[in-house]
């Protein structure tokens, strides 16, 4: 079948050297199903190349090399192909095993290379058998437009009319079936009633009785946040001084249709529980879904013994990387609604009277949260500050931030000027280290090093990442090492699939928060055995 000729010898010599590359080490510890993603990914670039090489060869017309001379190196290339999987094979073990030992995750015994290969195997073929797919397209076009035209023009003419026709597929039908059901299948989760989350019977919480928000019409990610967070009777544990009970304001996306309607909601359910009479306002910013971490809320309403607000409004039902995808604009358009909405009214309160409001997003939403506002709009009246955790790596204000680094700190832990405004965060604190004190207006950013979706990026395929230098972050393994096009694919698969414990990649935990929000808000009356039991408590809940 011409899908699945003869192979290229080159392309598969090439191949199974990006393959031997792709079971080194990258950020995340990774099974072997990611593995055989990794792994075919790989050797299909590779492939590429080899057959890209050779066709450049043709193309400018270089001599052949005799059918003698080329035996003996099919030969001695094949056997180093095959030594050199096996030492990585070997190595592949260890390899993993020195990410998990840096994560405190059990070690594995072994790999299993069977599965690895059959994974790696699917990719290639069905990728292959696309590309050859093209070029059949092309050269049918081609062909049939020689007749008629010169045939360079009918190879730029048959070119685009290839790619039309694969996109026009691609866009109007295949990502189109995905979207519809996709779409059809989150809607569905997302409006699930599950009995584990009641409905609230504070009244300051959003979906009670008392509510403007009906709790039918609060999603799934909505319920679950509402069900959360520390009771007033929780905090009394831990301080002698008077607590309150945490408000919590959540808007649906059923909850209204339109997106400044849903903002006026959010502003009038604050009103009604009297949110801005509290001593701190969190303006949270959900991720695709509609999600709120616990661990990053939970800890500051601790932090101020309850007298605290906090308010989110979903934007989407679907995951983070389909809301990138399909439905990005209508995050970032909210959020600016309701930013808008809530700063006006927070600014037109007596400034002695009002409370300390803040921002916080993590990963999609604080990308979505760093849009939401522009500094030149409230230069003359700052809001207090921002936590943004695990900022993705196309986040505007972090690439310029690391961008513009102080070139004697490390871009996986940066020091931005004299730490007056921006602060950089990591599982060993650092907020407090700058030169001079906080400012009014204050940005910090909780990242780790073995974050992907922080620490990836296309370039990668060509330029070696700035984290890789000395010093390298503590989560960060020794054995990493860049490799044109493979570690780039590596973080990949490590960003859409790979997973980690709290405290690593893109699991941000508890008692980092608390540090953060700690230095950030710099609440008062806690003792020092006070913030140590609890952080200490924070720490050791294995459920969230």
């Given at each position: 079948m011409i899908l699945f000729r003869k192979l290229s010898i080159t392309g598969l010599v090439v191949g199974t050297f990006f393959t031997a590359l792709s079971l080194t080490p990258s950020l995340l510890p990774r099974e072997d199903v990611l593995q055989g993603i990794t792994t075919g990914l790989s050797f299909t670039v590779g492939y590429a190349l080899g057959v890209l090489i050779i066709w450049l060869w043709h193309f400018f017309e270089l001599p052949d090399i005799s059918p003698r001379i080329l035996k003996y190196l099919k030969y001695t290339t094949i056997g180093i192909c095959i030594i050199t999987m096996i030492l990585f094979l070997w190595q592949a073990v260890g390899w993993q095993n020195s990410l998990r030992a840096l994560m405190d995750i059990e070690e594995t015994a072994s790999i299993r290379p069977v599965l690895i290969t059959i994974v790696a195997g699917v990719i290639f073929l069905t990728l292959l058998g696309f590309a050859r797919l093209f070029h059949l397209t092309f050269r049918t076009i081609t062909l049939r437009l020689q007749q008629y035209v010169p045939p360079r023009v009918s190879i730029v003419s048959g070119l685009l009319a290839s790619f039309f026709i694969f996109?026009?597929?691609?866009?109007?039908?295949?990502?189109?079936?995905?979207?519809?059901?996709?779409?059809?299948?989150?809607?569905?989760?997302?409006?699930?009633?599950?009995?584990?989350?009641?409905?609230?019977?504070?009244?300051?919480?959003?979906?009670?009785?008392?509510?403007?928000?009906?709790?039918?019409?609060?999603?799934?990610?909505?319920?679950?946040?509402?069900?959360?967070?520390?009771?007033?009777?929780?905090?009394?544990?831990?301080?002698?001084?008077?607590?309150?009970?945490?408000?919590?304001?959540?808007?649906?996306?059923?909850?209204?249709?339109?997106?400044?309607?849903?903002?006026?909601?959010?502003?009038?359910?604050?009103?009604?529980?009297?949110?801005?009479?509290?001593?701190?306002?969190?303006?949270?910013?959900?991720?695709?879904?509609?999600?709120v971490d616990p661990k990053a809320i939970d800890p500051l309403e601790y932090l101020f013994r309850g007298d605290i607000a906090s308010v989110a409004v979903q934007y989407s039902y679907l995951p983070s990387f389909l809301t990138i995808a399909f439905e990005n604009e209508f995050g970032t358009e909210l959020s600016r609604i309701l930013f808008r909405k809530i700063y006006d009214y927070w600014s037109d309160l007596p400034e002695n009277e009002r409370p300390y409001l803040y921002l916080h997003g993590l990963s999609l939403g604080a990308q979505i949260s760093d849009r939401s506002f522009d500094l030149f709009d409230i230069i003359e009246d700052p809001f207090n500050g921002v936590l943004w955790s695990g900022p993705p790596f196309r986040m505007s204000t972090w690439q310029r931030v690391t961008e513009q680094r102080d070139p004697r700190s490390p871009a996986w832990l940066p020091k931005f000027r004299d730490g007056e405004v921006v602060r950089f965060a990591n599982q060993d604190g650092g907020l407090k280290n700058a030169a001079s004190e906080w400012g009014d207006f204050r940005i910090a950013f909780l990242q780790y090093a073995s974050d992907p979706v922080t620490f990836f990026d296309p370039r990668y395929a060509t330029r070696q990442p700035e984290w890789l230098q000395s010093p390298r972050g503590p989560d960060v393994t020794e054995y990493l090492r860049w490799y044109p096009f493979v570690t780039m694919l590596q973080l990949f698969t490590d960003m859409s699939a790979g997973t980690a414990p709290d405290g690593y990649g893109h699991q941000y935990a508890a008692e980092h928060y608390f540090d953060s929000w700690l230095a950030l808000t710099e609440p008062s009356g806690w003792s020092d055995d006070e913030l140590s039991n609890l952080r200490q408590m924070l720490k050791s809940i294995e459920e969230w």
């Open positions: 996109w026009a597929i691609i866009d109007g039908v295949f990502f189109t079936a995905v979207l519809r059901t996709a779409d059809s299948t989150y809607h569905y989760i997302d409006s699930r009633t599950h009995p584990e989350f009641e409905q609230p019977y504070d009244s300051l919480r959003s979906g009670s009785e008392q509510s403007l928000v009906l709790w039918e019409d609060m999603g799934m990610r909505g319920r679950q946040y509402l069900n959360s967070g520390p009771t007033r009777e929780d905090i009394k544990v831990f301080t002698d001084q008077p607590v309150k009970s945490p408000i919590r304001v959540y808007a649906g996306i059923q909850s209204e249709e339109s997106l400044e309607a849903r903002a006026e909601l959010a502003l009038a359910e604050l009103k009604r529980v009297n949110a801005f009479d509290r001593s701190v306002l969190l303006l949270i910013t959900p991720t695709g879904s509609g999600w």
